[in-house]
């Protein structure tokens, strides 16, 4: 079946550091991605989505100055954390839509990436 | 604002209880995932429903779509505390965005 990965699974920064989380289609092809993150206890948020050969759209709330998306091929899109805060902490995931709709009754397949740990010291 | 609302936040049952969690949208949904997850952690897909009345089951949970296709149930027969976890639904918008509900944490006391 189709993957997607992430890497890094986990990553410890220094505040002010910038922090750059890949993900990666890896037997198909993604003209879309998006990108969560997760506080504990609660649910996973949409931040973005990234847009192969475009600019990324960002959910309302979302500083896209502070998250910068990067689609560079089909198969990678990458988000870098700028000046990243101990608030930043958060677990990361990406997911990558497969196949097309063929109908408004259908739905895409949405595969996801084990997720990026983030902690900002 | 979540746009898949999500109930109970969370609940805590006694092994071998009977639980259910619900998903509300406010529009129609093209397909309906269900998953479970830890926090850190990624997903596990349970099941997916994409017809009006579909339900499908897998081992001991089953997942029913209503026929209006805006509301979708999570059941647990006889839960174990393996069944712990949060639960998350998630659907796709028109633009292929895919969201997911506000999630309900289930524990399961032995």
């Known amino acids: 079946g189709a993957v997607v990965s992430q890497h890094p699974s986990w990553v410890i920064c220094k505040s002010g550091t910038s922090v750059k989380i890949e993900c990666r289609s890896l037997d198909f092809q993604a003209t879309t991605m998006f990108w969560y993150r997760q506080f504990p206890k609660q649910s996973l948020m949409l931040m973005a989505t990234s847009n192969e050969g475009s600019k990324a759209t960002y959910e309302q709330g979302v500083e896209k100055d502070k998250f910068l998306i990067n689609h560079a091929s089909l198969t990678l899109s990458t988000l870098t954390v700028t000046s990243a805060h101990p608030e930043d902490s958060s677990f990361y995931i990406c997911?990558?839509?497969?196949?097309?709709?063929?109908?408004?009754?259908?739905?895409?397949?949405?595969?996801f990436g084990p997720g990026t740990r983030l902690t900002v010291t | 604002s979540q746009e898949l609302e999500q109930s109970p936040q969370s609940l805590i049952v006694q092994e071998g209880k009977n639980l259910t969690i619900n998903c509300t949208s406010s529009?129609?949904?093209?397909?309906l995932y269900w998953y479970k997850q830890k926090y850190g952690e990624g997903l596990i897909f349970l099941m997916m429903?994409?017809?009006?009345?579909e339900e499908k089951s897998h081992e001991k949970i089953t997942a029913k779509l209503d026929e209006k296709k805006q509301q979708s149930s999570l059941h647990i027969t006889a839960s174990q505390p393996s069944h712990a976890g949060i639960y998350l639904c998630?659907?796709?918008?028109?633009?292929?965005?895919?969201?997911f509900g506000t999630g309900t944490s289930l524990t399961v006391i032995p």
């Open positions: 997911s990558a839509p497969l196949g097309g709709r063929g109908s408004r009754d259908s739905a895409y397949e949405q595969y």
């Open positions: 998630g659907a796709e918008k028109d633009s292929n965005q895919f969201y």
């Open positions: 529009k129609t949904l093209y397909g």
């Open positions: 429903l994409q017809k009006g009345g």
